[in-house]
């Protein structure tokens, strides 16, 4: 079993829709989760983190964690051309830190 | 203050010679991690490094792949008698001191050529 889970994508929406970001995770005693975002030939930039169960929002972005079902997730609102990447699941415990596959979504105008 | 700062951003080697990569991780910063890319694929942990010590090693290759993180200077990571399959970005990233804030920052990476 993988550590952390992600649907590979591709994942399309429309511009001005919601995407909707999905990752699992195998370690129960998982501390902190993150989003990162990565363009085609660049680095990994982090997004958004969240330690606690329940919704952390910051801009268009939401981050939602259930720590009983082991599920983190991402929404986008109002989703951009810009937006089209590949977003990275982090899982992290004892500051040592795993990574999904990547979900690669693509924002068509 | 400056990112984690990695060098060279391009290397070309040819099959059997080594590749020597470096990362200096942001100020203040003693935690660095290293992780491989491959094309299309996600990153994949290789080693986490504080200074002079290997903390978890887990992802290395068993061989030819070593790490270093020492009191003074950069991260290295070698990889000796380079093969194609060795062909990669490889990430550096680090973190500051603490469990709960083990938020990552990322290098711009090093994208290994192997010819």
């Known amino acids: 079993q993988k550590e952390v889970e992600q649907n590979s994508g591709p994942l399309s929406v429309p511009e001005g829709a919601i995407a909707s970001l999905n990752c699992t995770y195998s370690d129960r005693g998982s501390q902190s989760f993150f989003w990162y975002r990565q363009y085609s030939g660049k680095s990994p930039e982090l997004i958004m983190f969240?330690?606690?169960?329940g919704d952390k929002e910051d801009g268009r972005f939401t981050a939602q964690l259930n720590k009983a079902s082991q599920y983190v997730s991402l929404l986008i609102r109002d989703s951009q051309p810009s937006d089209s990447a590949t977003y990275l699941c982090?899982?992290?415990?004892?500051?040592?830190?795993?990574f999904g596959a990547g979900t690669r979504l693509t924002v068509k105008p | 203050n400056a990112g984690v700062m990695q060098n060279p951003r391009h290397l070309v080697r040819r099959r059997g010679q080594e590749a020597r990569l470096r990362c200096s991780p942001m100020k203040g910063h003693s935690h660095v991690y290293w992780y491989r890319q491959l094309p299309e694929e996600g990153l994949k942990f290789m080693v986490y490094l504080q200074k002079e010590n290997i903390i978890d090693e887990s992802g290395m290759p068993k061989e030819r792949f070593s790490a270093e993180f020492p009191k003074e200077g950069p991260s290295i990571l070698r990889i000796q008698q380079v093969v194609r399959g060795d062909s990669a970005a490889y990430f550096c990233a680090s973190s500051p001191p603490g469990f709960r804030e083990n938020i990552q920052y990322f290098g711009a990476g090093t994208r290994l050529s192997v010819l």
């Open positions: 969240i330690y606690s169960n």
């Open positions: 982090a899982v992290s415990q004892n500051n040592d830190m795993r």
